[in-house]
């Protein structure tokens, strides 16, 4: 049963019809219900089931017990470094407070340009996955301190309000680590929970707070590529801004989180275009997956420029370039693929690359999310770039590849050429798909399409995650599947599906490439209902989402921006969803958890 308070600032939040609805399931943006009893672990166990933890984080689906990690992260991250990142997003949110004012004052976009730059690669740094190295992130929280500090004299220059409180006061430039690491003890999520005194707000604080981390992934790619919007930035410090504040206002959470889903909607639309422009419109294309004879080097991770740089330099050293994980769709890019020496992809998704990477007879680079912490068996072969780091491991700055090229040419590389070489398709990106929706109706209203799925999402460790290979093993011969994001790793390797195609003759796996191009999936769906005469949630389309971290909690408010009903999601609960936030997002969307694969294929063909 909803709280009181819940239901009375769901009635009275002042939005249009049309966006009324979402407001009242914001509070859900990151639900991913679970097999385990609803609300089991939730929102107690930041006070009262965890007594002094060495660290507390729960940001992603993996999280201990599904309650916090709270000695060592299942990701591999240190107590150091978490409490680390607790005072970096507490700096961020103390930065986003002087950004908003100097906006207020007057301050142009080419003067926001440095805190803008650093907020996006602060916090894609605490994402999951992406930074175990504590001096990294501690480099984040001085360079945030002078950029604040720079902030601050132009709000004043400006004759502007400066903001009040604590958090905005904040200055730990004269703290050492020892020192930083004492203060963010009194910032972690129980404190700050503790401070707030009020569980359904603090819900939506994190829901906001990881929905904008993936925001601003999203966005830093999107930087890497010379596109941003001052709007945009404006946007992502207003949220920082409101989750700095302990104040127990629900209805301003309400609206401060369905705001991170406008804002990354805005996002992955620039980032789609910025794709396009640089590296060509994605088209349907082959992928060998399969090696072939030469030095090598691997690449790993979702940034496309980091690709095309590392292509240019090696281009005419007699190395050979293979992507691993979420870089396969590069693939599908002519200006990626134009590169003769782009031989092929290799491995799976994140998840293995200990197995992988240490295979792998050559060096390997990681781009963004997701890296693990090494073996020794490969570690001296790792290269982090941008916002990645792991403490050991070598850092490449300003894209000079060089030594990596020197150590692959050194190192054995791949004896010889498999043969008969194996192929994978990828490439149906929207524009690909679009020119295809008449074919598409057609094959649905003649029977040769029983229902479209879209399977995707992120990909992780645990059993539970089978149930996305069995789901698509096990739906009928004539359904269609769309999938994007790392989670298509566990079908696109079947052998029950490899080269399978519907009546009409059309592929049944469209792949439409990365995470980073969930845009297409909406824009296909859109066009499709708008062709149909339809709303999305009359379309023959069922959605089963597998999620883990913060990229996909944002992409998730997005699509429910779109009004989506009857989302599966699995294939756990995040920790930090308090009942009553849940209920709002199970009674107006009617999200589902993942269930028993033959009972959830029956309800699916059957439109619910």
């Given at each position: 049963m909803l709280s009181r308070a819940l239901k009375q600032v769901l009635s009275r939040t002042s939005l249009p019809a049309s966006r009324k609805a979402i407001a009242c399931n914001v509070g859900g943006i990151s639900v991913l219900p679970s097999r385990l009893p609803t609300g089991r672990n939730m929102s107690k166990a930041a006070n009262s089931t965890i007594s002094n933890p060495t660290m507390f984080c729960r940001q992603c689906e993996q999280t201990q017990d599904h309650i916090a990690c709270r000695a060592v992260g299942i990701c591999g991250k240190s107590p150091e470094t978490s409490t680390m990142q607790d005072v970096l997003m507490h700096t961020v949110k103390s930065l986003s407070l002087w950004a908003v004012a100097a906006r207020e004052a007057g301050a142009s976009a080419?003067?926001?340009?440095?805190?803008?730059?650093?907020?996006?690669?602060?916090?894609?740094?605490?994402?999951?996955?992406?930074?175990?190295?504590?001096?990294?992130?501690?480099?984040?929280?001085?360079?945030?301190?002078?950029?604040?500090?720079?902030?601050?004299?132009?709000?004043?220059?400006?004759?502007?309000?400066?903001?009040?409180?604590?958090?905005a006061r904040l200055d730990l430039s004269k703290m050492g680590t020892d020192e930083l690491e004492d203060f963010g003890y009194t910032v972690s999520i129980p404190e700050l929970q503790k401070a707030m005194g009020n569980d359904d707000c603090f819900s939506l604080v994190e829901i906001a707070t990881y929905g904008a981390k993936g925001a601003c992934a999203y966005a830093a790619h999107c930087r890497q590529l010379g596109y941003m919007e001052e709007d945009v930035m404006s946007g992502i410090?207003?949220?920082?801004?409101?989750?700095?504040?302990?104040?127990?206002?629900?209805?301003?959470?309400?609206v401060n989180a369905l705001h991170v889903g406008e804002l990354n909607g805005k996002i992955l639309e620039m980032l789609d275009t910025a794709h396009a422009a640089s590296f060509g419109a994605p088209e349907p294309s082959k992928v060998k997956v399969t090696?072939?004879?030469?030095?090598?080097?691997?690449?790993?991770?979702?940034?496309?420029?980091?690709?095309?740089?590392?292509?240019?330099?090696?281009?005419?050293?007699?190395?050979?370039?293979?992507?691993?994980?979420?870089?396969?769709?590069?693939?599908?890019?002519?200006?990626?693929?134009?590169?003769?020496?782009?031989?092929?992809?290799?491995?799976?998704?994140?998840?293995?690359?200990?197995?992988?990477?240490?295979?792998?007879?050559?060096?390997?680079?990681?781009?963004?999310?997701?890296?693990?912490?090494?073996?020794?068996?490969?570690?001296?072969?790792?290269?982090?770039?941008?916002?990645?780091?792991?403490?050991?491991?070598?850092?490449?700055?300003?894209?000079?590849?060089?030594?990596?090229?020197?150590?692959?040419?050194?190192?054995?590389?791949?004896?010889?050429?498999?043969?008969?070489a194996e192929y994978l398709t990828v490439g149906f990106n929207h524009r690909a798909v679009l020119p295809l929706a008449g074919e598409v109706i057609n094959a649905v209203q003649n029977g040769h399409i029983s229902r479209i799925f879209l399977i995707g999402g992120c990909d992780g460790s645990q059993f539970d995650r089978n149930y996305f290979t069995e789901l698509a093993e096990e739906l009928p011969d004539d359904t269609l599947i769309l999938t994007l994001g790392c989670a298509k790793n566990r079908f696109i390797h079947s052998e029950r599906l490899l080269g399978q195609t519907l009546a009409n003759g059309m592929p049944r796996i469209l792949d439409m490439g990365q995470c980073n191009d969930s845009y297409s999936a909406i824009v296909v769906a859109s066009e499709l209902a708008k062709a149909l005469n339809c709303t999305v949630n009359d379309l023959p389309l069922s959605l089963c989402l597998s999620h883990l971290e913060q990229k996909a909690a944002a992409v998730l408010l997005t699509l429910l921006q779109m009004g989506l009903k009857n989302i599966r999601l699995g294939p756990s609960l995040p920790a930090y969803i308090t009942p009553n936030v849940l209920d709002v997002l199970v009674q107006n969307y009617n999200i589902m958890p993942t269930g028993d694969v033959q009972g959830d294929i029956k309800m699916m063909m059957e439109g619910k």
């Open positions: 080419d003067e926001m340009k440095k805190a803008n730059s650093w907020t996006l690669s602060s916090v894609f740094s605490t994402l999951t996955n992406v930074n175990f190295d504590e001096s990294r992130i501690e480099e984040y929280v001085k360079e945030g301190m002078a950029i604040k500090r720079d902030l601050e004299e132009m709000v004043r220059a400006k004759g502007g309000i400066a903001p009040d409180g604590d958090v410090h207003h949220v920082f801004a409101k989750v700095a504040s302990s104040d127990q206002d629900m209805e301003g959470l309400l090696a072939t004879a030469g030095k090598c080097i691997l690449i790993s991770g979702h940034d496309l420029l980091d690709l095309e740089k590392l292509l240019k330099q090696t281009e005419g050293t007699g190395v050979n370039v293979y992507t691993h994980g979420e870089m396969l769709p590069a693939h599908s890019y002519p200006g990626l693929k134009k590169y003769h020496h782009l031989v092929g992809n290799y491995g799976t998704a994140w998840q293995n690359q200990k197995f992988e990477f240490a295979l792998f007879p050559g060096p390997v680079v990681v781009t963004t999310n997701c890296i693990l912490e090494p073996r020794r068996k490969y570690k001296d072969r790792l290269y982090s770039v941008n916002e990645v780091g792991v403490a050991g491991v070598k850092h490449i700055k300003n894209g000079d590849y060089s030594e990596v090229i020197e150590q692959a040419q050194s190192c054995k590389g791949f004896p010889r050429t498999i043969e008969p």
